[in-house]
T-cell receptor, first 112, second 112 residues
Framework: TQLLEQSPQFLSIQEGENLTVYCNSSSVFSSLQWYRQEPGEGPVLLVTVVTGGEVKKLKRLTFQFGDARKDSSLHITAAQPGDTGLYLCAGARGAGSYQLTFGKGTKLSVIP | GAVVSQHPSRVICKSGTSVKIECRSLDFQATTMFWYRQFPKQSLMLMATSNEGSKATYEQGVEKDKFLINHASLTLSTLTVTSAHPEDSSFYIC????????FGPGTRLTVT
């Protein structure tokens, strides 16, 4: 079973602070996706990382895929209240496979 | 874009009845769709993989006779919860695959 461990599980910070969310596994993933979900809604895809060592930036969000493709991180700079939500990482099980294994999520609260 | 819709968004039904949830990819064709279940404050749990024109593949522990999946076209998959019980109350989310998975807004099922 390929498991994804996400940490921290909960994070409450002040507006303007920086934060990092981690997603770790002992297994290799062909790709890894990050989603953001708000209460009562479906997850929204933020980014997909495919290559080991890859770094992608989306405004104040920076995503990194580990060199061995077993882990990933999401760094948010100068967090805003609008960043509040559940952040989920999900790994694809194999090349050509569309199935995803989800981490348990990080519940982020940004306090104004 | 990659828009996925779900209908209904909320449904309340009595114990013992059946409920059908529709998942549609609005602007792309998806040979593969996925059905997930999410309990409060938890991550997404994959229930089954729905393939157009063939039988769905169910995850371990998911009763295929209780959760009927039909993927009749490249833009529509349905999940029918048969003989619903209060413990089936949950947030059901579908996704459609176009390489990456794009999620619907979810359906809140409450069984009384």
């Amino acid at each position: 079973t390929q498991l994804l461990e996400q940490s921290p599980q909960f994070l409450s910070i002040q507006e303007g602070e920086n934060l990092t969310v981690y997603c770790n596994s002992s297994s290799v993933f062909s790709s890894l996706q990050w989603y953001r979900q708000e209460p009562g809604e479906g997850p929204v895809l933020l980014v997909t990382v495919v290559t080991g060592g890859e770094v992608k930036k989306l405004k104040r969000l920076t995503f990194q895929f580990g060199d061995a493709r077993k882990d990933s991180s999401l760094h948010i700079t100068a967090a805003q209240p609008g960043d509040t939500g559940l952040y989920l990482c999900a790994g694809a099980r194999g090349a050509g496979s569309y199935q995803l294994t989800f981490g348990k999520g990080t519940k982020l609260s940004v306090i104004p | 874009g990659a828009v996925v819709s779900q209908h209904p968004s909320r449904v309340i039904c009595k114990s013992g009845t059946s409920v059908k949830i529709e998942c549609r990819s609005l602007d792309f064709q998806a040979t593969t769709m996925f059905w997930y279940r999410q309990f409060p404050k938890q991550s997404l749990m994959l229930m089954a993989t729905s393939n157009e024109g063939s039988k769905a593949t169910y995850e371990q522990g998911v009763e295929k006779d209780k959760f009927l999946i039909n993927h009749a076209s490249l833009t529509l998959s349905t999940l029918t919860v048969t003989s619903a019980h209060p413990e089936d109350s949950s947030f059901y989310i579908c996704s459609a695959s176009r390489g990456e998975q794009y999620f619907g807004p979810g359906t809140r099922l409450t069984v009384t």
